[in-house]
C-alpha cells in the first residue's frame, strides 16, 4: 500500500480517525503520487494521533495547514473546518451520508453540498476539491472514498460502513484505470467519465456481481507500479498474464 493514500487511513485504530482520514486522503489524491504523500503526511500530522475528535472540537486559531495545488493554505484549513462542522452536527460522515435519500450519487451530491455550504464562498480550489457529480463527472476520489469504507477490511480497504453494500459502489477512475479498463474491454467509451465507470463497472459486475470494485486495487497498481506504463513495452507485455485479454497488448503479439 506505499503508493496508496489509503495508507494514511490505515495509520489509525479507531474507526472513527480511519473515517476522518479516509476522507481527507480520498479528496485530495490527485497529481504527483509523491507530492501528494508529502502533503498528507504533513497535514495530518499536524491534526494529531486524533484526528476525528481534533477535527470535530473545531480547528485552533493557530493552526495553517500546508497548501497543495489549486488548494490554499486558507482553502485547506476551510475544507477542515467544514468537516469539523459535519461531525459536530451527525456524528459521523457515515451518519451524514445516510441523511439524504436517494442513490449513491444523490448521497455524494448531498455531502459535498453540505461541505460546499460550509466552506462557502467557494474558491476555486475548493470547487476542484469537492465536485458534485451533475455534470457527468466520474467523481473518482469521491467513488475512491466509498470504496474504501464500505468494502469489507480486507488489508486494504477499511469495512467501517453498514449503509452501502459494495455491490452498490461504480469503479473509481484515474488515468491509469481508465486506460487498461480500455485495453481489457471492459468498456468502448473512451473519454473517463460517469458512463465510462458505469460501463466498466457493469463488466466487472458479470464477474463478481456482489462486490465488481474489488478488482480497482490490483488492475489500478499494473499503472500506478509501472507494469502497464503508457506505452507498450514488449518485455512487460510478455510476461503480462492479461496479454490474451487486452487489446493493446496484442498489437505487438
Not at 497535514?43 to 475528535?53: K, M, N, R, S, V
Not at 461541505?115 to 458534485?132: D, I, K, V
Request: aromatic share 8%; hydrophobic share 40%; with cysteine.
Amino acid at each position: 500500500m506505499h503508493s496508496d493514500p489509503i495508507a494514511f487511513a490505515r495509520r489509525y485504530d479507531s474507526p472513527a480517525d480511519r473515517e476522518a482520514a479516509a476522507l481527507i486522503a480520498a479528496l485530495f489524491a490527485y497529481g504527483n503520487v509523491k507530492a501528494m504523500g508529502a502533503f498528507l503526511k504533513v497535514l495530518l500530522d499536524e491534526l494529531g494521533p486524533e484526528p476525528a475528535a481534533r477535527l470535530a472540537q473545531g480547528i485552533p486559531k493557530g493552526f495553517t495547514p500546508p497548501a497543495y495545488r489549486f488548494q490554499t493554505a486558507n482553502d485547506v484549513r476551510r475544507f477542515l473546518e467544514a468537516v469539523g462542522a459535519v461531525l459536530r452536527q451527525f456524528g459521523s460522515l457515515e451518519e451524514a451520508f445516510s441523511a439524504a435519500p436517494g442513490s449513491p450519487w444523490d448521497r455524494i451530491e448531498a455531502l459535498a453540498t453540505i461541505l460546499r455550504t460550509e466552506t462557502a464562498p467557494l474558491s476555486r480550489g475548493l470547487r476542484q476539491l469537492l465536485p458534485l457529480p451533475l455534470g457527468g463527472s466520474a467523481c473518482k476520489r469521491w467513488w475512491m472514498f466509498l470504496r474504501w469504507v464500505v468494502r469489507p477490511d480486507d488489508g486494504v480497504d477499511l469495512g467501517l460502513w453498514h449503509c452501502l453494500s459494495p455491490s452498490e459502489l461504480l469503479i473509481p477512475i484515474d488515468t491509469h484505470l481508465a486506460r487498461i479498463a480500455y485495453a481489457l474491454g471492459l468498456t468502448r467509451r473512451r473519454t473517463p467519465d460517469r458512463r465510462f465507470a458505469e460501463e466498466v463497472t457493469a463488466s466487472l459486475a458479470s464477474f463478481c456481481p456482489d462486490d465488481p470494485t474489488r478488482y480497482d486495487f490490483g488492475l489500478a497498481r499494473l499503472g500506478i507500479l509501472g507494469a502497464c506504463p503508457r506505452r507498450q513495452v514488449e518485455e512487460l507485455c510478455r510476461a503480462c498474464s492479461l496479454r490474451p485479454h487486452c487489446r493493446l497488448g496484442q498489437k505487438k503479439g
